[in-house]
């Protein structure tokens, strides 16, 4: 791994061990797409995806989140891995908030005369949640490494229902300069490509555990009509079912 900052977090997370009042997990699952706010960063093939995750009781935490990605034939890159910091807390009254960075780092991708470098980025958000329902806001100011902000608020609700399911619901928008340069750059085509300068992305889905295992299933969509541009390269936001298992270590007993 060449990227700097990837390699301190490992390390530090690898100190993070030894710390008191503090808590090591992680997660591994199989997807059968890799969904970002509506769009398939895996070509909408399957995904392996895990992460180690580090929580101290002050409310400050830490992971390190890696996926396979698919760009398409135009970038290089088969791996994302994703850095994040965080502190996170709730009041008397139940009113949880969280604020945090994330970067987005692509260490195996270099440019060539043939493909594009996929660029890393970081991104900040402010969230906030009460009961079943929470919500968040993601700023950056350099949104793929091309130099324009970008914005993207969600809003997520989940629901229990008889027989162990639960339902999960969510909606996002994206927005800001970097979806108005791609709106420009198609001014005279915006009828079929279907992008305005934003866009909305949506799922509906049900859970269910069994044992230690989660498992998902999601109907995605977007109101746009053909690919998006995401990080420099287009990728297909058609609507389709997401179908995910995963699980968290330790295990309960």
């Known amino acids: 791994m060449r990227n700097p900052a990837a390699i301190s ?33 895996s070509d909408e093939d399957p995904a392996i995806q895990a992460s180690i995750d580090y929580a101290h009781d002050s409310g400050f935490y830490a992971s390190l989140w890696g996926s396979n990605i698919d760009y398409g034939p135009d970038y290089d890159g088969t791996i994302e891995i994703d850095l994040g910091l965080g502190l996170a807390g ?17 260490p195996d991708s270099d440019a060539s005369p043939a493909k594009f470098e996929i660029e890393d980025y970081g991104e900040a958000y402010l969230g906030g949640s009460y009961k079943m329902f929470d919500a968040k806001v993601w700023y950056t100011d350099d949104y793929g490494d091309t130099g324009d902000e970008a914005w993207y608020t969600e809003l997520n609700a989940s629901f229990e229902l008889p027989a162990g399911l639960t339902l999960d619901l969510h909606v996002g928008q994206s927005f800001g300069d970097y979806w108005d340069a791609i709106a420009d750059e198609v001014e005279d085509d915006l009828e079929t490509t279907g992008i305005d300068g934003d866009y909305t992305d949506w799922s509906i889905g049900l859970g269910y555990t069994v044992s ?17 541009e995401v990080n420099s390269g287009a990728f297909a936001n058609d609507s389709r079912v997401v179908f995910t298992v995963s699980t968290s270590f330790p295990w309960a007993e």
């Open 90 to 106: 709730e009041t008397e009254i139940g009113i949880g908030w969280d604020v945090g960075l994330v970067y987005y780092t692509y």
């Open 212 to 228: 230690n295992v989660d498992l998902s299933l999601r109907y995605v969509d977007t109101d746009t009509d053909s690919a998006l």
């Open 9 to 41: 977090a490992l390390a530090m997370l690898g100190l993070m061990t030894t710390a008191v009042h503090a808590e090591i997990t992680g997660t591994a699952a199989i997807t059968s797409d890799y969904d970002f706010r509506g769009v398939s960063l």
